[in-house]
């Protein structure tokens, strides 16, 4: 127990020294010069799906993104430090298959959990920014990452600063049950004081963010922007399609759709993102 | 054999009691059945509770407002958009004391359940309870609420006024709602729609209520892609309330006649009653400011780690 | 100019000491010795009218009632006095033809405005109370109404008592133009200083509460009672019938179809209108 | 003759204009036009300015967005319901100061009309202004107000959710709020649905901008049953800025270039701009409290008799 526990650590201690260096790789970079747009199937470079941030140069499309890489895109250079990265599970975790699916999540996005915490400046301002990422374990919320998120609540709290969170996330990590719920109650709880102290929290929600982080901080925000084209929403479409016996418009419980009914306050392309989140920053009296 | 099958017998036992006059024949059955009930009822699995839980005949909150709460006065509207029957909200005298009520009601009858969603509430629902909520607290009256839900409804009207942020802004407003918040799990707890309603100083569970991050169903057709391995998945989900009083998210249990809250309810109610009681009594001894931090770092310590 | 203030004062004066000889003889007392329901028809005498509150033994249905009914049948007996009943106009309206509108409902109703205003004890609890009167003038929310309900919200912060507001009005009282309008800013301005301090405000609204009155003080209590089957909204029915091009249902704006759109605490029959204020006003700690 | 009857004349004269060669016809035409507009423009009725003040090509919220808060940063949607077009909210920068923006916005073609409702807000509307309202509280940013609608929209579904409440809550709400509001009225400003965004610490109001209970024509349909006579109507409502200067209601006129606003839009500009930024710096002066109370006395002290 102690041992796998240990061995876990210092696989996450090698990899954080390591991504220091790496830090300015991106690790989208695929194997192939060019990947084509997933929606209009455009054939792109890598080199341009870079420079354009992922985000497709003939129809817009916004490809899902890492959490290192949302962090370098909203954070100036060399001003972003992990906090609390090194929190982890210390209990085993006695679902069957968990641990060997958390490991395999580990491996194949170099991070220890589905969000990153930390620190960072935005075009000078200091703020706290976490981002998740939905390519470990589809960005579903367990323990750890309600913990991470609730450290940052808090640490942004107690030094009076601002917090953006970046939400991505299939919902619940159900191998966790009623924890990961309850993360729901604890992230909300640490925003409330945030709140309660007359500090700014803005969301980024991007594609998708749905369940519990929906019905919890992704929600929550003084500010909630949204990527173009992100899924936003409580239940599945196919829950809801078996529920209500009818077929769901393609654009239900995407952004646009959601600022329509009232939920978003704004859609932002990626490459507005930095420029706006800053804006918003100044906005709200933040230096 | 399920909690079900031996429920199952025992009524083809009772049938055949009653077709008999046989005055031995009837003993006989009598003591039959009080020796199933008692060997089924001391032996539940998680799956039998998950059964009893969601028993048609399972007491429902208007149960227990009716008995907890004679002069219950319901109060309605989220003062936006609608009225949710599935959300019942109201006032009422508890040892004299004025009491807010907020429950999660589902029917016992199917035109019931038609008029109450199966006790699923829409945004609404949640936007009421904030609503009543927030009157508690500005005339300093404690909260009970009553969960008893399957989930939030998964409709579309209910994704389309926000049910995502309809239930954050419970979980937001009760964590610092300056009043006492009893909570009691009554039936069923399931997924975000049930937490909404179970932020507060204390969280009471019936012994055979059951709370979970969603139906043992809905756990196995997504884990498992199949929905029939349900009573599996029940098994691991850690949703009895031993489970969830051992994990530190229930703070008392309150024990159930065998077979279940409506076999013996009246002496469920006094017992319930008493805790409730007691509950609010200590409760209101504390500092505002402490009850606050309190109920803050009762979930907050909740998956944390080093 | 003087003169005409000086007439009216006196009018006013005299009716407020003939009235209380006469404050147990109900003024809906019809010529006749029955009169018809105006829902079902049914004949009723008017013995059975004041026995039964003004409600139709047949059918249920709730006739309109004047303000001093209302005060009757809301507070205990001899318990009820006006405050600052005197309130009345000083200016010239110059507006064609409002003075003699004016003095034909004063003389009609025996009040001086569309508003009676007071202190009494409902159980033994002491509250401010107000009814309006849809007799005069439509229950038109005009400078004085707006005085009268503002002085009577400021008396009971002041005095840290719950008040309790009966509606009916058609609406802003359109002679006084933009004086009219104001009124129901200044009223909710007043009862956001009455709520501020932890007070109970409840509404009782009844048939018929709409324009002006029901954007502000109608809409406005910690509690909404509404009468059965009364007419509640913003915009008159014709109004929107034409904005739509559409008939609107027989119950659309009615209490019940309110209550079901979320607007309304509660419906309660006049019956059980005395002990439902009586145990809401226990429930929120008056004593 | 009315002012609408002087444009229409100067119109015509204008393409007389654009027919000929002749400069001295053209130099006459110029100066009869310039008479005109001279003495129409200064002998302007209750009723003309009705006309000014609904003109199409009045500029609208939008125009005075643009101008003003050229960084202007929109933000949608009440969190409830839905994201009214009829009212736009957002943040900008003004004279290097966060300031926070809430205007009732007509459009000016019928493409844009349709899209903002011809700038008739629903509950949706107002709820979100009460949002945005507060947050603005709640990062001291000053908000100005734009007012500029012919009432709050009367159909089915504003009753249905909530008109009356979206309305009476926004009169409760802006009372207290603790950040100084300057409301300006550009246009037409009618009903509950105007005076929902006039409550605030001052009131600037545009020397051709009307302010009144309701609509001249609905004054006139209500009054004598006769929508006709709307003209007559208007000339008793006292609904023009020096009326409402004279009542203590408005607290400024800026005025205008001659036939209106859009004569010499940058010049107005220069003096609204001027205007706000004076009085928010006086206003941010004044202790919390004192504003409070002031706005209150404001209110206070309109229709107040002996
Ligand atoms: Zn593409
Ligand atoms: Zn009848």
């Known amino acids: 127990m102690q041992d796998l526990f240990n061995k876990r650590k210092a696989k996450i201690d090698s990899f954080n020294k390591s991504r220091k260096k790496k830090e300015f790789v991106p690790k989208e970079i695929p194997e192939y010069m060019f990947r084509n747009c997933p929606h209009c199937n455009f054939s792109i470079s890598y080199r341009e799906w870079i420079d354009e941030l992922y985000v497709c140069s003939r129809c817009g499309y916004h490809l899902r993104i890492s959490a290192n890489e949302r962090i370098r895109q909203i954070c100036d250079r060399d001003t972003y430090y992990e906090i609390d990265a090194k929190v982890t599970t210390v209990n085993e975790h006695d679902f069957e298959g968990y641990d060997e699916k958390l490991d395999i999540a580990q491996r194949s996005t170099g991070l220890s959990e589905a969000v990153v915490c930390g620190v960072g400046r935005i075009n000078g301002i200091k703020a706290v920014v976490c981002a998740m990422d939905s390519n470990f374990m589809m960005g579903s919320m367990g323990g750890v990452v309600g913990e991470k998120i609730t450290k940052s609540i808090e640490y942004a709290t107690s030094r009076r600063l601002p917090i953006i969170i970046a939400t991505a996330s299939g919902g619940a990590r159900m191998q966790e049950g009623i924890i ?64 209500v016996n009818e077929t769901l418009p393609p654009q239900f419980q995407r952004s646009e759709f959601m600022l329509e009914k009232g939920f978003i306050d704004l859609i932002v392309e990626r490459r507005d993102l930095k420029s706006t989140i800053t804006k918003l920053l100044i906005l709200h009296g933040v230096k | ?249 229930v703070d008392e249990i309150i024990k159930e006649p065998l077979g279940g809250a409506q076999y013996d309810f009246e002496d469920l109610i006094k017992r319930l009653d008493r805790s409730i009681y007691n509950s609010i009594s200590e409760l209101e001894k504390v500092r505002m400011n402490t009850l ?11 998956g944390a780690y080093e």
């Open chain 1, 180 to 243: 990961s719920l309850m993360q729901m109650a604890k992230t909300s709880a640490a925003l409330k004081r945030h709140s309660d102290k007359g500090l700014l929290y803005m969301t980024l929600i991007t594609d998708p963010t749905t369940g519990g982080v929906s019905a919890s901080y992704a929600m929550l925000g003084d500010i909630i922007i949204a990527e173009p084209n992100a899924l936003i929403g409580f239940a599945g479409k196919r829950v809801i399609e078996k529920t």
């Open chain 2, 1 to 249: 054999m399920d909690y079900k099958d031996y429920e199952n017998l025992i009524n083809k036992l009772l049938e055949q009691k009653s077709k008999t006059n046989d005055e031995k024949e009837k003993e006989a059955i009598d003591n039959e059945v009080k020796r199933m009930m008692m060997f089924a009822g001391e032996n539940l699995t998680a799956w039998d509770r998950v059964y009893i839980a969601r028993h048609k005949d399972r007491p429902k909150a208007y149960d227990y407002i009716k008995k907890l709460f004679p002069d219950f006065i319901e109060l309605h509207g989220d003062r936006y958009f609608g009225d949710d029957n599935a959300i019942v909200t109201g006032l009422a005298t508890f040892h004299d004391m004025p009491v807010t009520i907020i429950a999660q009601a589902k029917g016992k009858t199917t035109e019931e359940n038609i008029i109450r969603n199966f006790g699923m509430a829409n945004p609404e629902g949640y936007r009421k309870a904030i609503r009543i909520a927030k009157q508690a607290e500005k005339f300093n009256r404690p909260i009970i609420t009553f969960v008893d839900t399957s989930g939030a409804y998964p409709g579309k009207g209910a994704e389309e006024r926000g049910q995502a942020e309809a239930i954050a802004e419970c979980l937001f407003e009760f964590s610092t709602l300056k009043t006492v918040v009893i909570c009691v799990v009554i039936g069923e707890g399931g997924s975000g729609g049930a937490l909404a309603l179970s932020i507060g100083d204390k969280i009471i569970m019936l012994e055979n209520a059951i709370y979970s991050i969603l139906s043992p169903e809905g756990f196995a057709s997504i884990l498992w892609k199949d929905e029939t391995r349900a009573k599996e998945a029940s098994e691991r989900m850690k949703l009895t309330s031993f489970d969830l009083k051992n994990l530190g998210i």
């Open chain 2, 292 to 302: 606050i931090n309190r109920r803050y770092e009762k979930y907050r310590k909740i």
